[in-house]
């Protein structure tokens, strides 16, 4: 039997998937890959990865991404939480995301960014949701907003592709957050990142392919290979236990022992999905 891991976020609906998405979610469990959590993007897409879950006995997050807060207005805000209220007791609604800041992209206004977020962070606590969170650049700021929102308490939650410091990454683990790790860590020369994943506590790691996105470097295509006509690699969760090899390595762990640990750290943190998995092994 393949070993079961959890991919912890992955844009399942999005288009790079239309063509073969059933096959895609097969070779996923086929690999082992036993639940995905599906997270949105903006309120167009609340409906389709809650159907998508459904249809293919996953999870789901609903949320406004801070590369799409430039567009969002009050009435999203009210569409996420009237989404949340009409869906608060479906087991297959496991968090709210993927949301965030995002310093890395130019042309991002920060204020509105921090005001979508701030928000939602105040939706997460009404409907006591764990949070799949972006920190790309802003880790401080993400860990600044969850005090003041969190009032001292703890958070449930993910802080999604982590590629922060040390320091930052022991800040993240004291709120209560896991850190999620995937395809950026099996490149040789992403030295920081590595560490980390050797290095923090095990009980503070769990694994994700932000699926169609962050190939791992087996489906790493360079700029020069895409102006050829390359096409760059799609990545999708059947690649996950192949990255959770790499962090197994970095370890020095069974492959066998890092998915136990990594499974069991994502039903911490995500605790409705212990709910899901007797479904899916029937």
């Not at 850190?179 to 860590?185: D, I, P, S």
């Amino acid at each position: 039997m393949p070993t079961p891991f959890i991919d912890t976020h992955c844009h399942l609906d999005a288009q790079e998937f239309d063509a073969d998405r059933a096959a895609m979610r097969d070779r996923a469990g086929a690999a082992g890959v036993m639940l995905c959590v599906i997270p949105a993007v903006a309120a167009f897409n609340f409906d389709t990865v809650r159907e998508l879950a459904h249809a293919q006995g996953d999870a789901y997050a609903l949320g406004i991404h801070p590369l799409c807060a430039a567009a969002a207005t009050d009435d999203d805000l009210a569409a996420l939480d009237a989404a949340l209220a009409e869906h608060r007791d479906d087991l297959r609604l496991v968090a709210l995301g993927e949301i965030g800041l995002d310093y890395f992209v130019e042309g991002l206004e920060p204020g509105r960014q921090e005001r979508i977020f701030e928000a939602q962070l105040r939706l997460a606590r009404k409907y006591e949701l764990p949070v799949l969170l972006h920190v790309r650049r802003s880790v401080d700021q993400v860990l600044k907003a969850l005090r003041v929102a969190g009032g001292g308490r703890p958070w449930h939650g993910i802080a999604h592709a982590f590629n922060g410091s040390e320091q930052q990454a022991q800040a993240c683990i004291e709120l209560g957050l896991k850190l999620g790790f995937g395809g950026a860590l099996t490149f040789e020369r992403a030295l920081r990142l590595r560490r980390l994943a050797a290095g923090v506590p095990l009980s503070a790691i769990v694994m994700e392919t932000d699926s169609p996105d962050i190939p791992p470097h087996w489906l790493y295509t360079t700029q020069a290979d895409r102006s050829g006509g390359q096409a760059q690699g799609r990545n999708e969760p059947g690649e996950l236990p192949r990255i959770a090899q790499v962090v197994a390595q970095l370890r020095g762990l069974p492959l066998e022992g890092l998915a136990k640990a990594t499974t069991r750290n994502a039903l911490a943190v995500l605790p409705r999905l212990a709910g899901l998995l007797p479904a899916r092994e029937e």
